[in-house]
T-cell receptor, first 112, second 113 residues
Framework: GESVGLHLPTLSVQEGDNSIINCAYS??????FIWYKQESGKGPQFIID?????DKRQGQRVTVLLNKTVKHLSLQIAATQPGDSAVYFC???????????FGKGTLLTVNP | DTGVSQDPRHKITKRGQNVTFRCDPI?????LYWYRQTLGQGPEFLTY????????KSRLLSDRFSAERPKGSFSTLEIQRTEQGDSAMYLC???????????FGPGTRLTVL
């Protein structure tokens, strides 16, 4: 069935290193993708989004890459900080009513 | 704070009881969504409102679940005859018509004993 999933459930990095979180999606009709950050006990927080007519989008310390050929999405975090420790979800949208379909999440742990 | 707010933040109830949660979206956001999240999983869509109209409901939303948004502003989610399987985080999100990204509230964590 159609789904959004993540390659790695956990990722541990050293402070200052760059982090890359990957996501695969299977719905070729999806044309909008978002990365969310969720800290323990809180709701998901918007990080960055990208439309399917783009391959790359940059924000502050974050970059999202979209490869439509292989249906792959990645989130790159530069100079990872302890405050970046959280669960990261990718989500896709391409159907009706702008509702998002979420993947399972990757736990990022930043070691000082 | 002008973000999405939810009340209560935590709810513990006994099996069989009814519970009601409230969501106040960001002002002037026309779209309002309810999601459910269990431990280690991503949020799952439950239902969607555009203004006061409930336009879509997930198959996850059994007959025991009902949601309303009577005036197109705040919304309530009621669960009747709660079951232990209803234990989860219930998230509300809102979005303006001009955006495709959803802004989530802090959630209501429900524990059914």
């Amino acid at each position: 069935g159609e789904s959004v999933g993540l390659h790695l459930p956990t990722l541990s990095v050293q402070e200052g290193d760059n982090s890359i979180i990957n996501c695969a999606y299977s719905n070729s009709a999806s044309d909008y993708f978002i990365w969310y950050k969720q800290e323990s006990g809180k709701g998901p927080q918007f990080i960055i989004d990208i439309r399917s007519n783009m391959d790359k989008r940059q924000g502050q310390r974050v970059t999202v890459l979209l490869n439509k050929t292989v249906k792959h999405l990645s989130l790159q975090i530069a100079a990872t900080q302890p405050g970046d420790s959280a669960v990261y979800f990718c989500a896709e949208e391409g159907g009706s009513n702008y509702k998002l379909t979420f993947g399972k999440g990757t736990l990022l742990t930043v070691n000082p | 704070d002008t973000g999405v707010s939810q009340d209560p933040r935590h709810k513990i109830t006994k099996r069989g009881q009814n519970v009601t949660f409230r969501c106040d979206p960001i002002s002037e956001h026309n779209r309002l969504y309810w999601y459910r999240q269990t431990l280690g999983q991503g949020p799952e869509f439950l239902t969607y409102f555009q203004n006061e109209a409930q336009l879509e409901k997930s198959r996850l939303l059994s007959d025991r679940f009902s949601a309303e948004r009577p005036k197109g502003s705040f919304s309530t989610l009621e669960i009747q005859r709660t079951e232990q399987g209803d234990s989860a985080m219930y998230l509300c999100a809102s979005s303006p018509l001009t955006s495709r990204s959803l802004y989530f509230g802090p959630g209501t964590r429900l524990t059914v004993l």
